[in-house]
């Protein structure tokens, strides 16, 4: 199969190794033309890593040629499968698909990596919504077996069942879920998260307890604030906006330690700090 993935961001590039590690030809690209060397030396290591490791018995060297990195989107030709992994904003969503719709193939699907966005209003940048699906990957997408598959109203039964076959084709976990904001995953740790942020921004612990307390006590493998660091804070936020506007919600709504610290320029791990300093790795 082959396969186009529009993004190479930190899930742009991850799910464009999957793809690879199972054997589809992948077209990579991004609207940041310097976005994309530093998209294959990250998979180029991730795959060096998963080698020393015994995960992957193929040579890495293999995988990374059916990579394909080309500069523009116009570039990516005509594909089985088209996977959006680009900053979660609506706009820019929709003029991309607009795009993508007028060279793709009638047969192929083309599917939105979203963590929160609507599937049904980003068909409708489409002429065959019907072949419009959800593909939601979690980070790190190599590792991490989840992958939502959300159906829009006007979504083919035969879409959706391909989509899951492609999925576990990959070695993932497939769950479908209707198009609601948040879908399953962060209609649920939306509020996991904020509610830890408030009882650091109310005083009730410092992070370090916070954390310690969910992995500990919740048994979770990642405390809530160590795990926003990790997606990224501006993201978190972004997420929460969406929630937010959709439900009209307080629970949904970004709290000021979040609102601040995005301001301030620090979004976590990609910046070298967030609710921990990172400057050391």
Do not use: W
């Not at 959300?150 to 959706?160: F, S």
């Not at 997606?231 to 709290?255: A, H, N, Q, T």
């Amino acid at each position: 199969m082959k396969v186009a993935v529009i993004g190479a961001g930190t899930m742009g590039r991850g799910i464009a190794q999957v793809f690879a590690q199972s054997g589809h030809e992948v077209v990579l690209t991004d609207m940041k033309a310097d976005a994309l060397p530093v998209a294959m030396k990250n998979i180029e290591n991730s795959l060096d890593r998963l080698k020393k490791k015994s995960i992957i018995a193929e040579n890495p060297g293999e995988i990374l040629s059916r990579i394909r990195p080309v500069k523009q989107v116009d570039e990516i030709g005509q594909n089985d499968l088209y996977v959006e992994a680009i900053f979660e904003k609506l706009s820019a969503k929709m003029e991309l698909f607009r795009s993508i719709d007028r060279f793709a193939p009638k047969t192929s699907i083309i599917a939105s990596n979203t963590s929160s966005i609507s599937i049904n209003i980003l068909s409708t940048a489409v002429k065959a919504p019907g072949r419009f699906i959800g593909m939601h990957f979690f980070n790190p997408v190599p590792v991490m077996k989840l992958v939502e598959i959300i159906k829009a109203e006007r979504t083919d039964p035969a879409t959706v069942e391909s989509v899951v076959s492609i999925a576990r084709g990959l070695g993932k976990e497939p769950v479908t879920s209707k198009d609601f904001p948040g879908f399953i995953s962060n209609r649920i740790l939306m509020p996991i998260l904020k509610e830890a942020m408030l009882c650091l921004q109310e005083g009730v612990a410092n992070a370090q307890d916070i954390d310690r307390t969910a992995k500990l006590g919740l048994n979770h493998p990642m405390g809530p604030l160590e795990l926003s660091d990790f997606i990224g804070l501006d993201v978190v936020m972004d997420i929460m906006e969406v929630l937010y506007s959709e439900f009209g919600e307080e629970r949904f709504k970004p709290p000021i330690i979040l609102r601040n610290m995005v301001n301030s320029g620090m979004l976590g791990r990609k910046t070298g700090v967030g609710f921990y300093h990172y400057g050391d790795e």
